[in-house]
Protein backbone atom coordinates (compact mmCIF):
# COMPACT_ATOMS: atom_id res chain seq x y z
CA UNK A 1 0.00 0.00 0.00
CA UNK A 2 1.87 2.87 -1.33
CA UNK A 3 2.35 6.10 1.47
CA UNK A 4 0.08 8.82 1.69
CA UNK A 5 1.64 12.04 0.36
CA UNK A 6 2.07 13.59 4.03
CA UNK A 7 4.78 10.96 4.50
CA UNK A 8 6.33 11.92 1.16
CA UNK A 9 6.24 15.30 2.40
CA UNK A 10 7.86 14.55 5.75
CA UNK A 11 10.59 12.55 4.63
CA UNK A 12 11.63 15.20 1.76
CA UNK A 13 11.91 17.98 4.96
CA UNK A 14 13.51 15.13 6.99
CA UNK A 15 16.04 14.54 4.53
CA UNK A 16 16.70 18.40 4.21
CA UNK A 17 17.22 18.81 7.74
CA UNK A 18 19.67 15.89 8.35
CA UNK A 19 21.45 17.52 5.12
CA UNK A 20 21.58 20.73 7.09
CA UNK A 21 23.43 18.56 9.56
CA UNK A 22 20.77 19.30 12.57
CA UNK A 23 16.56 19.26 13.51
CA UNK A 24 14.33 21.68 12.26
CA UNK A 25 11.36 23.07 13.44
CA UNK A 26 9.63 21.73 10.18
CA UNK A 27 9.40 18.13 11.62
CA UNK A 28 6.68 18.32 13.19
CA UNK A 29 4.04 15.40 12.56
CA UNK A 30 1.80 18.83 10.98
CA UNK A 31 2.73 18.69 7.48
CA UNK A 32 0.41 19.30 4.60
CA UNK A 33 1.30 18.49 1.16
CA UNK A 34 0.59 19.49 -2.47
CA UNK A 35 -2.27 17.81 -4.35
CA UNK A 36 -5.39 16.21 -2.83
CA UNK A 37 -5.41 15.88 1.13
CA UNK A 38 -7.91 14.27 3.21
CA UNK A 39 -8.99 16.66 5.37
CA UNK A 40 -11.33 16.63 8.86
CA UNK A 41 -13.89 18.90 9.31
CA UNK A 42 -14.80 18.25 12.89
CA UNK A 43 -17.46 15.42 13.64
CA UNK A 44 -15.61 13.01 12.17
CA UNK A 45 -16.73 14.20 8.57
CA UNK A 46 -13.84 13.63 6.74
CA UNK A 47 -13.21 15.06 2.89
CA UNK A 48 -10.71 15.35 0.35
CA UNK A 49 -9.82 18.72 -0.91
CA UNK A 50 -6.91 20.55 -3.22
CA UNK A 51 -4.52 21.87 -2.26
CA UNK A 52 -1.96 24.07 -4.73
CA UNK A 53 0.82 24.21 -2.22
CA UNK A 54 2.85 22.81 1.15
CA UNK A 55 2.40 23.68 4.95
CA UNK A 56 5.62 23.72 6.99
CA UNK A 57 5.97 23.70 10.04
CA UNK A 58 4.72 24.38 13.65
CA UNK A 59 5.74 27.95 13.89
CA UNK A 60 4.75 30.88 16.96
CA UNK A 61 3.45 34.05 15.42
CA UNK A 62 6.08 36.32 14.50
CA UNK A 63 8.96 34.13 13.11
CA UNK A 64 10.74 35.10 9.98
CA UNK A 65 9.57 34.30 6.41
CA UNK A 66 12.46 34.32 4.37
CA UNK A 67 13.11 34.55 0.11
CA UNK A 68 13.49 30.78 -1.27
CA UNK A 69 15.58 32.11 -3.79
CA UNK A 70 16.19 35.29 -5.37
CA UNK A 71 13.53 37.13 -7.84
CA UNK A 72 11.47 40.28 -7.81
CA UNK A 73 8.46 40.73 -5.68
CA UNK A 74 5.07 41.09 -8.21
CA UNK A 75 2.50 40.91 -5.41
CA UNK A 76 1.78 42.41 -1.83
CA UNK A 77 -1.88 41.41 -0.89
CA UNK A 78 -3.54 41.32 2.36
CA UNK A 79 -6.54 39.22 3.06
CA UNK A 80 -9.04 39.09 6.69
CA UNK A 81 -9.16 35.36 5.81
CA UNK A 82 -5.49 34.25 5.46
CA UNK A 83 -3.31 37.28 5.91
CA UNK A 84 -0.60 38.56 4.23
CA UNK A 85 0.52 37.08 1.30
CA UNK A 86 3.88 37.55 -1.02
CA UNK A 87 4.69 36.46 -4.20
CA UNK A 88 7.98 36.63 -6.00
CA UNK A 89 9.02 35.69 -9.61
CA UNK A 90 12.52 34.07 -9.93
CA UNK A 91 14.88 33.82 -13.23
CA UNK A 92 13.49 30.68 -13.99
CA UNK A 93 9.93 32.30 -14.50
CA UNK A 94 8.53 30.25 -11.29
CA UNK A 95 6.58 32.18 -9.00
CA UNK A 96 6.47 31.31 -5.25
CA UNK A 97 3.71 32.20 -3.03
CA UNK A 98 4.11 32.33 0.87
CA UNK A 99 0.74 32.80 2.67
CA UNK A 100 -0.46 33.57 6.26
CA UNK A 101 2.25 36.17 6.97
CA UNK A 102 1.06 38.94 9.61
CA UNK A 103 2.72 41.73 7.89
CA UNK A 104 5.30 42.39 4.46
CA UNK A 105 8.51 43.24 4.90
CA UNK A 106 9.14 44.24 1.18
CA UNK A 107 6.95 46.17 -1.21
CA UNK A 108 5.99 45.17 -5.12
CA UNK A 109 8.63 45.61 -7.28
CA UNK A 110 11.92 45.23 -4.91
CA UNK A 111 14.62 43.07 -5.69
CA UNK A 112 15.34 39.86 -2.91
CA UNK A 113 18.11 38.02 -1.99
CA UNK A 114 17.58 34.39 -1.47
CA UNK A 115 16.84 34.39 2.61
CA UNK A 116 15.70 37.76 2.52
CA UNK A 117 12.82 38.23 5.01
CA UNK A 118 9.39 39.08 3.37
CA UNK A 119 7.74 39.00 6.85
CA UNK A 120 6.66 37.32 10.09
CA UNK A 121 4.23 34.39 9.88
CA UNK A 122 0.75 35.93 11.22
CA UNK A 123 -2.48 33.68 13.20
CA UNK A 124 -4.16 32.66 9.88
CA UNK A 125 -6.15 31.61 8.73
CA UNK A 126 -7.98 31.77 12.33
CA UNK A 127 -9.41 27.80 11.62
CA UNK A 128 -6.06 26.14 11.84
CA UNK A 129 -5.05 24.12 14.47
CA UNK A 130 -1.43 24.54 13.84
CA UNK A 131 0.33 27.70 13.11
CA UNK A 132 1.39 27.62 9.18
CA UNK A 133 3.85 29.07 6.46
CA UNK A 134 1.54 27.89 3.15
CA UNK A 135 4.19 27.75 0.18
CA UNK A 136 2.84 27.60 -3.55
CA UNK A 137 5.14 27.09 -6.72
CA UNK A 138 3.64 28.46 -9.61
CA UNK A 139 5.04 27.63 -13.25
CA UNK A 140 6.88 29.08 -15.88
CA UNK A 141 4.49 28.53 -18.41
CA UNK A 142 7.03 29.09 -21.43
CA UNK A 143 9.38 26.18 -19.84
CA UNK A 144 6.42 23.48 -20.68
CA UNK A 145 6.85 21.65 -17.14
CA UNK A 146 3.44 23.37 -16.52
CA UNK A 147 0.16 20.99 -15.70
CA UNK A 148 -2.13 22.74 -18.48
CA UNK A 149 -5.61 21.56 -17.26
CA UNK A 150 -6.95 19.97 -13.88
CA UNK A 151 -7.44 21.36 -10.38
CA UNK A 152 -4.03 21.94 -10.13
CA UNK A 153 -3.14 23.34 -13.51
CA UNK A 154 -0.67 26.30 -13.22
CA UNK A 155 1.19 24.90 -10.10
CA UNK A 156 4.00 22.54 -9.23
CA UNK A 157 5.22 20.62 -5.65
CA UNK A 158 7.17 23.32 -4.42
CA UNK A 159 9.32 20.45 -2.30
CA UNK A 160 10.65 18.92 -5.31
CA UNK A 161 12.87 21.69 -5.66
CA UNK A 162 13.67 22.05 -2.57
CA UNK A 163 17.66 21.73 -1.73
CA UNK A 164 18.15 22.09 1.87
CA UNK A 165 17.86 24.89 4.44
CA UNK A 166 19.80 28.02 3.68
CA UNK A 167 23.28 28.51 4.11
CA UNK A 168 24.68 32.65 3.33
CA UNK A 169 27.74 30.68 2.40
CA UNK A 170 27.14 28.23 -0.59
CA UNK A 171 25.99 29.16 -3.90
CA UNK A 172 22.74 28.00 -4.98
CA UNK A 173 22.04 27.54 -9.03
CA UNK A 174 19.31 29.50 -10.99
CA UNK A 175 18.55 26.85 -13.71
CA UNK A 176 16.67 24.76 -12.48
CA UNK A 177 14.49 26.33 -10.03
CA UNK A 178 16.50 25.59 -6.09
CA UNK A 179 14.73 26.37 -3.15
CA UNK A 180 15.76 26.80 -0.09
CA UNK A 181 13.62 26.30 3.08
CA UNK A 182 11.82 29.73 3.68
CA UNK A 183 11.50 29.31 7.27
CA UNK A 184 14.38 29.23 9.75
CA UNK A 185 15.66 25.08 10.02
Same mark, same amino acid.
Given at each position: ?? $??? /? ?6 VTSIA ?5 ? %? ?11 ? @? $? ?5 AIVRD?? *?? =????? @???? =???? $?????? &? ?8 ? %?? &?????? !?? %? ?11 ? /??? $????? #? ?11 ? #? %? ?9 ? !? ?20 ? @??? &??? *??? #? ?16
Amino acid at each position: MP $RPA /AFALLATVTSIAAACGHQ %SKVLSPYASPYGV @R $RTDQGFAIVRDEL *HR =GVDLG @RLSP =GEPV $RAAAPG &VVVRVEESRL %SG &VRVDVR !HA %SGHVTGYVHLAWS /AVA $RGDVV #ARGEMLGEIGLFP #A %SAQVIHLHLEL !HCARARGDCPDDGPLAGTLDPM @RFM &VGC *HDP #ARTYPDEPLALTMPIDC
